[in-house]
T-cell receptor
Framework: KQEVTQIPAALSVPEGENLVLNCSFT??????LQWFRQDPGKGLTSLLL???SQREQTSGRLNASLDKSSGRSTLYIAASQPGDSATYLC????????????WGAGTKLIIKP | DAGITQSPRHKVTETGTPVTLRCHQT?????MYWYRQDPGHGLRLIHY???????DKGEVSDGYSVSRSKTEDFLLTLESATSSQTSVYFC??????????FGDGTRLSIL
């Protein structure tokens, strides 16, 4: 059974720092891995989707990598800003799931001004 | 933003009453999902639909039923609400292996 783990559960850093969020999964038979952001009291917003054949995806200051063989993904945020404060979740779409996502518990990120 | 509307946004009701939550989409996406989100548990899938009248159970389906009579609407029903069903409920839509897009959620309190 696929399991997704995100470490750390919470992270607080000063504004301007580059930072890395981690996501690991136990079964490499995936269609893709997706990163989402959730602001307090809001729904989730899709940030990046990496197909299983890809190694990374970039959007602005965000870069997500995927190492399927080791079951790991990282979300790199460059030059962090207070507006980046949110909970970041990763999820994998596994090949036996009929397009159901398997979710990590999230990393709560606080960027201090 | 993807056209997803959840209603109601907030509801307070009593134990034992029936509750129906509605998810409406304007994107014509095939897949629709209902999740609940609770502290300490993250997002958990309740039910999902892969087409009109085609639905299946998720991880935490006990006590919930769903219906999808039209592409654009996916209803979640709590037949007899219990306090353990107090939660924030999210609807999401997708086209197969494409990103899921989420509604703003319904905050449900069962007293």
């Amino acid at each position: 059974k696929q399991e997704v783990t995100q470490i750390p559960a919470a992270l607080s850093v000063p504004e301007g720092e580059n930072l890395v969020l981690n996501c690991s999964f136990t079964d490499s038979a995936i269609y893709n891995l997706q990163w989402f952001r959730q602001d307090p009291g809001k729904g989730l917003t899709s940030l990046l989707l990496i197909q299983s054949s890809q190694r990374e995806q970039t959007s602005g200051r965000l870069n997500a990598s995927l190492d399927k063989s080791s079951g790991r993904s990282t979300l790199y945020i460059a030059a962090s800003q207070p507006g980046d404060s949110a909970t970041y979740l990763c999820a994998v779409l596994t090949m036996d799931s009929n397009y159901q996502l398997i979710w990590g518990a999230g990393t709560k990120l606080i960027i201090k001004p | 933003d993807a056209g997803i509307t959840q209603s109601p946004r907030h509801k307070v009701t009593e134990t034992g009453t029936p509750v129906t939550l509605r998810c409406h989409q304007t994107e014509n996406h095939r897949y629709m999902y209902w999740y609940r989100q609770d502290p300490g548990h993250g997002l958990r899938l309740i039910h999902y639909s892969y087409g009109v009248k085609d639905t299946d159970k998720g991880e935490v389906s006990d006590g919930y039923s769903v219906s999808r009579s039209k592409t654009e609407d996916f209803l979640l029903t709590l037949e007899s609400a219990t306090s353990s069903q107090t939660s924030v409920y999210f609807c999401a839509i997708s086209e197969g292996d494409q990103p899921q897009h989420f509604g703003d959620g319904t905050r449900l309190s069962i007293l």
